[in-house]
């Protein structure tokens, strides 16, 4: 393994002029996923209310963002390593901007979906591109880890930053506004990105190969579409088929990375302990967080009344612990250790989803408060040591491809988070006993039951609202005690995949 403490390498980081204001340019981009992510589901009652989707619709809404992007990031990644990062790093800003003036206007569930998935596409060539960007500009070890430190708290601040400013919009305009937002932060990273960031590509990468490309888009959604179509609906012979068509598809594209003399994918970067460890600790923290994250802006909304704003407040104690704790991850994984902290973050999140299995309509904010600053403080520390140890353990002409690998775990688990969690939320939601003359789409989201009360009579209205508010909870104090599991045994697996991980020796094993 190419070590990364090479002195030359060092002192070209030392003396490159610009870095920090290029690393500025890098997190803008970030800054724009990470608001487009939480603001969704800020404005899902909304868009709930507008398009009435079904309940299958509305997850689809939720979750085909991330389907599109689990299967575009490796290719994008090595699509990048070979034309050049910043190159696709800039096309995929202006069309994400451009896409997101889709999603604003769009009319029709069906409408809404298709422009999901496209922002997903445009969505896969940004992440890798940032994160390979910053393995190339930082040599030094500790810079990198302060670099990927600031990366990972402005991934952290978007999520604040989104549902305040998201809140506001949606008190003050429509919902699509919301995804408006992305325009001016693209304009600024474009016109600046152009000036100050560096060109970075790969010296004879080989061809880019489309076979490829295919089967990883097809292997992904054909895996996640399966276990988001057997959560919801149960056993079918066409989810079947799906499923078995996607591990085919990801079969044969193992099979050809191995075979390819210059591969989108080196196969062997699996073989380090100390990446595949980080990738599965990643997956594992998402699927168990992103059940809560996509419902818990609807439970302060619909359950407890909030407004728009006054929900984008109440979430802002996590991005405050991750935004904290990913500016010093660094410097506690080299006084301490890379498994410690990254372990020490897991179980933190997972004792947090625990406390909030006892979660009811009348919860108060202390308890919500407290364990959404631990889930971010958790968050921070782990995900910042992770995407450190990802990057230094591969050499930098590899750092497309490693990225896309880190930021595919985060979206798949995003997607089978949504898929399984989501699928036990709604479940449990529709089942709900209502008073007579409760329509059938009061029992496909709470959102529709809050519309159609409003054409009851007042008692019935209120005792159907009653019901559908406290199954829906139910539901989500489940969906938090299987993500509470996920999230302890994440931490466990990370403590002896982890095992002898040293950001100093640039996340090489020790003897």
Known sequence: MTSTLRPASTTEAVRRPGRWLALGVLVLAVLLVAVDATVLGLATPYISEDLKPTGTQLLWIGDVYSFVIAGLLVSMGSLGDRIGRKRILLVGATAFGAISVLNAYATTPE????????????????????????????????????????????????????????????????????????????????????????????????????VSVVLSLVGMIGIVYAVKEAATHGFAWSILGAGLLGAAALYGFVRRQLSLPAPLLDMRLFRNRGFSGAVLADLLTILGLSGLVFFLSQYLQLVQGRRPFEAGLAELPAAIGAVVAGLVAGRAA??????????????????????????????????????????????????????????????????????????????????????????IVTGVYRDFTGPAGTPAAAHESLGGAVEAAAGMPAHTAATMLDAARTAFVDGLALAAGVGAAVLLAAAVAAWFLLRGQRLESGGAEDP
């Open 334 to 423: 080299r006084r301490f250790s890379v498994r410690a902290v990254v372990s020490g973050g897991l179980a933190a999140i997972g004792l947090a989803l625990a406390a909030l299995t006892v979660i009811g309509q009348s919860t108060g904010y202390p308890l919500l408060g407290a364990a959404l600053l631990v889930v971010g403080v958790g968050a921070g520390f782990s995900f910042t040591v992770t995407a450190d140890v990802i990057l230094s353990s591969v050499p930098k002409e590899q750092a497309g491809a490693a990225s896309a690998v880190s930021e595919t775990a985060y979206e798949l688990g995003a997607a089978l988070g949504i898929a399984v969690l989501g699928s």
């Open 111 to 210: 409408t809404m979906i298709v422009a999901r998935a496209l922002l997903g596409v445009a969505g896969a060539t940004l992440m890798p591109a940032t994160l390979a960007l910053i393995r190339n500009l930082f040599h030094d070890p500790r810079e990198r880890s302060l670099a990927v430190g600031i990366w990972g708290a402005t991934a952290s601040a978007g999520t604040a930053v989104g549902p305040i400013v998201g809140g506001f919009l949606l008190e003050h305009f429509w919902w699509g506004s919301v995804f408006l937002i992305n325009l001016p932060v693209m304009a600024v990273l474009v016109l600046v990105g152009i000036r100050l960031l560096p060109e970075s590509r790969t010296a004879n990468p080989g061809p880019w190969d489309l």
